[in-house]
Antibody
C-alpha cells in the first residue's frame, strides 16, 4: 500500500527558511517523480515543482525558481522541499504527491502526503 | 494554460446529478486532464485521469468527459459523502495547473 508521510508543522521567521520532508513507502522510491503542491487557506492548489528521485534533477514553477529547492536522500528514501526567504504568503499547507506512471495514467498525482502547515512568524 | 471551473458552488440534494465544468484557456490533450476531490482537512484524492478514466476504487457514479477546451465531471447520484471541493488539473510543457475548484454542497 502506497503512503506518503510528511513532516510535522513548521514555524519560520520572515526571511528565514523552512524544510519539509516527505517519506514514501509501498513502492520503489526512485521509480516515481515527487511533486510539491501548496494550498492557502480556503484557496486552490498551486504546483511548485517536482524532483526525479533517481537523478536528483528538479523542475520548478517559474514563480518559485531561486527560492525553493527540492532534494532527496536515496539512502533514507526521503524527498525534501525547502522554501527560503520566507514571506507571510508562504504560510500555507504544503503537500507532496507522487506522479502517476503507467496503465494510461500519466502526469497526474495518484498519491498524496497528509500536508504540512507552515507558519511564518517573528 | 488557465483552467476555469464553474460554478463556484453547487448546492444539490442527495440523489441528484451534479455537473461540474472545467474550461481551458487553450486546447489541451484529454490524456492530461484529471479531476480531484478534496474534503476539509484532507489531501486531494485522484478521481479521474485521462479526462474519462476512473482512478482505482472510485465509484462509478463519478464520470468524466470532454475534449479540447471543455471538460465535465458528473456525479450521477449524489451521496452525502460527496460533499467536497473538486479540482480539475492539466499537464502541458512540463507545467501543471489546477482550476480554482467547485464546492459541492449537499442539502
Amino acid at each position: 500500500q502506497v503512503h506518503l508521510v510528511q513532516s510535522g508543522a513548521e514555524v519560520g521567521k520572515p526571511g528565514a527558511s523552512v524544510k519539509v520532508s516527505c517519506k514514501p513507502s509501498g513502492y520503489t522510491f526512485i521509480d516515481y517523480f515527487i511533486h510539491w503542491v501548496r494550498q492557502a487557506p480556503g484557496q486552490g492548489l498551486e504546483w511548485m515543482g517536482r524532483i526525479n528521485p533517481k537523478s536528483g534533477g528538479a523542475d520548478y514553477a517559474q514563480k518559485f525558481q531561486g527560492r525553493v529547492t527540492m532534494t532527496r536522500d536515496t539512502s533514507l528514501t526521503i524527498a525534501y522541499m525547502e522554501v527560503s526567504r520566507l514571506r507571510s504568503d508562504d504560510a500555507v499547507v504544503y503537500y507532496c504527491a507522487r506522479e502517476s506512471y503507467g496503465s494510461g495514467n500519466y502526469y497526474t498525482f495518484d498519491f498524496w502526503g497528509q500536508g504540512t502547515q507552515v507558519t511564518v512568524s517573528s | 494554460i488557465v483552467l476555469t471551473q464553474s460554478p463556484d458552488t453547487l448546492s444539490l440534494s442527495p440523489g441528484e446529478r451534479a455537473t461540474l465544468s472545467c474550461r481551458a484557456s487553450q486546447s489541451i490533450s484529454s490524456n492530461y486532464l484529471a479531476w480531484y476531490q478534496q474534503k476539509p482537512g484532507q489531501a486531494p484524492r485522484l478521481l479521474i485521469y485521462g479526462a474519462s478514466s476512473r482512478a482505482t476504487g472510485i465509484p462509478d457514479r463519478f464520470s468524466g468527459s470532454g475534449s479540447g477546451t471543455d471538460f465535465t465531471l458528473t456525479i450521477s447520484r449524489l451521496e452525502p459523502e460527496d460533499s467536497a471541493v473538486y479540482f480539475c488539473q492539466q499537464y502541458g510543457r512540463s507545467f501543471w495547473t489546477f482550476g480554482q475548484g467547485t464546492k459541492v454542497e449537499i442539502k
